[in-house]
């Protein structure tokens, strides 16, 4: 027996390590990749540079979708860490909230049931499929993530236990939300201290009676309702004078520093005109789809999810039969469910929406753990590692079988690519290593518990899928090369007298970290035309966003206005995106005599 004791500690130990290095591992050693990287690297460039911390701004125009915390975070790190790019001066800002993430996992797990709890649900949390992927791209949500969840233990802990400093300690982690992603954030945290207000009321007596228990021998006087209420109603009206301070401050800063023009559209559009599904021009309208969140859920909390769903059927049983439930299961199953009826009411949905609430999915699991190994669980556990290992197989072997793919399949992968996967180097060691564990794993499947199993499986795919895949990837979405090759073409003399026409966020952004260009953007189409005429008194020349050819691009440009007497020409052509149609034309109105190739070619 002490043998196996150790054995199954030295488990824990060695998966909760790796749960750790996976935070690492696939972060760095790779550029920007769409979507949000580039335009977050962009702005928090722009805030190192030019010190405005209140409102961000990309290309020295305000961006307002987002307040400022985040990105002052990013700036910091690229100033203090000057000798690294700002990409990886952010993805280190990636590990630190991965790993903060985490601990206030394990602290919430804890509270609720135990240390075992909170160590199951930090390596659930780890290898679930969102919370890896997502960790590993550089976005505001990181933040929140880390926000949400830290909100929600200290909320839990201060209720639970009546400490009076968590409480206030939560109302801190709900203004730093709101710096965030502004109401969003404090929305979220909101639905989750309701649960922990509900389950407290709904289970007073056993609190109240636990509280009693507990401080007997310290306390000359048992804990009353009247106490409790008082002493509850003063904490959190601290917290909200608290919280109130901290929003108050920065949107008194904002009015102050912006226009009205961008209060409204910070306050209006980004918030209630998302909600209600008024913002087309910002995407991810999703109207009519009240259970998009589900289909998220399933995907974000692989491999987790037949446990979770296991644990949703036990809930609905008990509740059939009207047996009362726990206070555990109270909390959770109100902390997964109303921040999922709040996310799923607005019509503005994206599957990233979801990362907030990963932990709270993850204690779930953990807790329901114990109560659901049975014979299901040997068949998922099988199933799962079949899964994996022929994953892990078709990967390491892709040098192998490479050659005789179809040659209409091999067309369609670039050269680069496959050059890359031809030959094997030193990340295929990696693979083959993942490999060899997983025979290792198959031969003491029996005598591992299914947790830890699955957990080491999920995470020998990720090692595996990162190993490789990631520069593979990173071929595919980096855009420093193209977006160098376009901005060769364009003297440095001149660019002081080139705006940008119907540029994305994205392309802006790419000029921004590649070459430091902060590319004016203009929006008037009349504008444009009177540029085009060399009538305008700034500027001489655009660069316009466009799918398709020259030819189809002059009537979108000025559909209602006349160019015959116009000698327009493509001076440069660019892609910044190769995997994406759209192309970048720099147009002037300088006559030329040859019509040179390059004028006419089509982006494809």
């Not at 196996?4 to 996976?22: C, E, G, Q, R």
Request: charged share 15%; aromatic share 12%; net charge positive.
């Amino acid at each position: 027996m002490p043998t196996k004791a150790i054995t199954a500690h030295s488990y824990v130990k060695i998966l909760f390590i790796l749960v750790l290095f996976l935070c690492f591992w696939g972060q760095f050693e790779r550029d920007e990749w769409t979507p949000d990287e580039p335009r977050v690297t962009a702005i928090a460039i722009e805030m190192a540079e030019t010190g405005e911390v209140i409102i961000p701004h990309l290309a020295g125009q305000a961006f307002i979708e987002k307040p400022p915390l985040y990105f002052m975070l990013g700036a910091g790190l690229i100033k203090v860490l000057p000798i690294v790019e700002p990409i990886t001066a952010l993805r280190i800002l990636n590990v630190l909230l991965a790993l903060f993430t985490l601990y206030f996992t394990y602290q919430l797990g804890k509270s609720l049931v135990s240390h075992t709890t909170g160590y199951w649900a930090v390596m659930i949390l780890g290898t679930m499929e969102g919370f890896v992927v997502q960790t590993h791209w550089s976005r505001v949500d990181n933040l929140l993530l880390l926000t949400v969840i830290a909100a929600s233990w200290a909320f839990y802990h201060g209720i639970k236990y009546q400490r009076s400093s968590h409480i206030l300690l939560g109302a801190i982690f709900a203004g730093l939300a709101f710096l965030t992603k502004g109401f969003v954030g404090i929305a979220i945290i909101m639905t989750i201290w309701l649960a922990v207000m509900l389950t407290f009321m709904l289970h007073y007596n056993h609190y109240i009676a636990r509280y009693n228990d507990n401080h007997a021998k310290k306390a000359k006087t048992t804990l009353t309702k009247k106490h409790l209420i008082t002493q509850l109603a003063l904490s959190h009206g601290a917290g909200f004078i608290l919280l109130s301070l901290i929003a108050g401050t920065w949107i008194i800063l904002f009015k102050q520093t912006g226009t009205p023009e961008t209060w409204h559209q910070w306050f209006w559009v980004n918030h209630f005109g998302r909600f209600a599904g008024d913002t087309a021009q910002l995407g991810h309208i999703k109207t009519g789809q009240p259970f998009y969140y589900l289909a998220a859920l399933s995907e974000y909390s692989l491999p987790w999810l037949p446990v979770l769903l296991m644990w949703l059927l036990s809930i609905i049983t008990k509740m059939l039969r009207r047996h009362t439930l726990d206070p555990i299961n109270t909390f959770l199953l109100l902390a997964c469910v109303i921040p999922l009826l709040l996310l799923s009411a607005s019509a503005t949905k994206r599957s990233l929406y979801l990362l907030p609430l990963l932990p709270l999915f993850a204690l779930t699991t953990a807790y329901y753990l114990p109560f659901c190994i049975g014979k299901w669980t040997r068949y998922f556990q099988q199933s799962w590692f079949t899964l994996c290992a022929l994953i892990i197989t078709l990967i390491a072997g892709i040098p192998f079988y490479l050659p005789f793919i179809p040659a209409r399949l091999a067309d369609k992968i670039p050269d680069n690519i496959h050059t890359y996967l031809s030959y094997l180097h030193w990340r295929f060691s990696i693979v083959v290593l993942c490999l060899l564990t997983m025979v290792y794993l198959w031969r003491i499947r029996h005598k591992v518990p299914f947790f830890h199993h699955i957990s080491a499986v999920t995470l020998c795919l990720y090692v595996s899928l990162f190993s490789l895949l990631v520069p593979v990837v990173n071929m595919a979405k980096s855009m420093r090369q193209s977006t160098h090759a376009f901005i060769e073409q364009i003297p440095l003399m001149q660019r002081e007298k080139i705006a940008a026409y119907r540029l994305s966020e994205t392309s802006l952004a790419a000029l921004v970290i590649t070459a430091h260009w902060k590319i004016p953007q203009i929006h008037d189409p009349l504008r444009v035309h009177s540029i085009l005429q060399g009538q305008d008194p700034h500027y001489q020349s655009v660069i316009v966003e466009h799918t398709g050819t020259f030819e189809t691009l002059l009537p979108q440009i000025t559909p209602k206005l006349s160019l015959t007497d116009l000698h327009l020409r493509p001076l440069a052509i660019g892609k910044i995106r190769s995997n994406k149609k759209n192309g970048l034309y720099w147009i002037s109105d300088k006559p030329t005599q040859k019509k040179t190739a390059q004028g006419t070619n089509t982006l494809n």
